[in-house]
């Protein structure tokens, strides 16, 4: 072996003659080669005029002086090139580009510290414009450096997105978070499309809501909390009633009667309270309509002017549903107005003077609000003040 198996600096062979040669060779390669940095990496072809001891990374095609020495390494000494083939894992600064490279597979790899910060980072896992940050791996950690570890989810607004998503199969499951606003809440969806709220916490308040309920865990059955409004109920009153009257007239959402029988149908009684449902049985089959106000003796507003607008002047009104002689009642005002915002109630609990208090359930939902109804026979006329609500 005439050389070293790296470098391939020459031995000085025994008996040999101008050992200094020999020598001053190996020095001249060490003086090119260790610490290496380079002028350039994009030169073809020589400088006119290079500076002695400059190296140069040869680029493709290369001509002149360098032809032949693609991917060599080209340093000027003593007014001559010396060639020298990399090997993997050779490292060069390159003045040019103020950068370290490293050579492997026949080329030179830009190698550069992570900055800070970076535009994306993949794990195991390719990161997009959207996942700038993707992991795959069986657990994560995120470990303390000294006494604890907070972990930060921050958004630019109250009205904007700060949450954790839980998926299955890529499809939403279960997210909680300050969702669109700044109060905390839990949602769930069987399909990642329709989302129901779990919990509702008032970061104003303190509050907790549980909009689905509570069930109870042997019989699955919903659990039911009575609330008691404000002021006991003594202002909230409703009075059921099986009235009938002729329409007059219809105007958008107003409904006027003949004669004055608009307390017969809606007690004023109820005015922000309630909604009674009133029926036009001159219709085939029977149209119904809320009527939530009376603006006059002889008239009453409705909820939604389109349901009056087939119906004309003669018609017959009424109560009391003509398929079971009922009379349904919606009290999403009252709950808008005392307990800020109307939900399906299971029950509400009403109080009857000297006849008691009574409950009366409420299984059905409204189609004019987010409540549920309260229901009354026809053939009874009764004055009741709303204590609570169960929910």
């Keep these: 072996m005439d050389q070293t198996p790296n470098l391939q600096l020459p031995y000085i062979a025994p008996s040999q003659a101008q050992k200094h040669v020999t020598h001053n060779e190996a020095i001249r390669a060490l003086d090119a080669l260790v610490q290496l940095c380079v002028v350039s990496r994009t030169l ?5 005029e290079p500076r002695e001891g400059n190296r140069y990374c040869i680029a493709s095609g290369a001509s002149g002086a360098w032809g032949g020495k693609d991917g060599h390494i080209a340093a ?11 090997r993997d894992g050779w490292r060069a600064w390159i003045i040019a580009e103020n950068c370290l490279a490293i050579f492997n597979q026949g080329q030179w790899t830009d190698f550069r510290p992570a900055p800070n910060p970076v535009d994306r980072v993949g794990i195991q896992a390719q990161a997009d414009d959207t ?16 006494s604890g570890h907070q972990l ?3 958004k630019a607004g109250d009205q904007q997105l700060a949450s954790i998503l839980f998926q299955s199969a ?10 669109w606003n700044r109060d905390f809440s839990i949602k769930a969806s069987i399909d990642g499309k329709d989302w ?36 006991g109920g003594g202002t909230a009153v409703l009075e059921p ?13 107003l409904l006027s009667l ?41 008239q009453l507003q409705v909820s939604d002017p389109a349901h009056i607008r087939p119906w004309a002047a003669g018609d017959a009104i009424q109560t009391a549903d003509p398929a079971n002689q009922t009379i349904a009642l919606d009290i999403s005002p009252l709950m808008q107005k005392q307990l800020g915002g109307a939900f399906p109630q299971d029950g509400v609990l009403l109080g009857n003077g000297a006849g008691g208090d009574v409950t009366i359930p409420c299984p059905i939902a409204s189609p004019a609000s987010s409540g549920n109804l309260l229901i009354f026979k026809a053939d009874e006329r009764r004055r009741f003040n709303v204590i609570g609500i169960y929910g």
């Design 44 to 48: 073809k072809e020589p400088p006119a």
């Design 76 to 86: 000027w000494q003593d007014g001559a090139w010396a060639f020298f083939q990399p």
């Design 131 to 146: 996942n700038r940050l993707s992991v795959k791996s069986p657990a994560s950690l995120f470990d303390h450096a000294g």
């Design 152 to 154: 930060k989810i921050n």
């Design 170 to 179: 890529y499809q939403g499951r279960v997210e909680i978070g300050t969702i």
């Design 196 to 231: 129901r709220d779990i919990l509702l916490a008032d970061s104003r308040t303190g509050a907790v809501q549980f909009p689905g309920g509570i069930v109870q865990p042997r019989t699955g059955k919903k659990l039911s909390g009575l609330i008691f409004l404000p002021d």
């Design 241 to 253: 009633a099986a009235g009938s009257a002729v329409c007059a007239s219809v105007s958008a959402d």
């Design 258 to 298: 003949k004669g004055k029988a608009a307390a017969g149908i809606f007690a004023s009684s109820m005015r922000g309270i309630a909604m009674v449902r009133i029926w036009n049985t001159s219709k085939s089959p029977a149209q119904s309509a809320w009527a939530k106000w009376d603006t006059a003796a002889d």
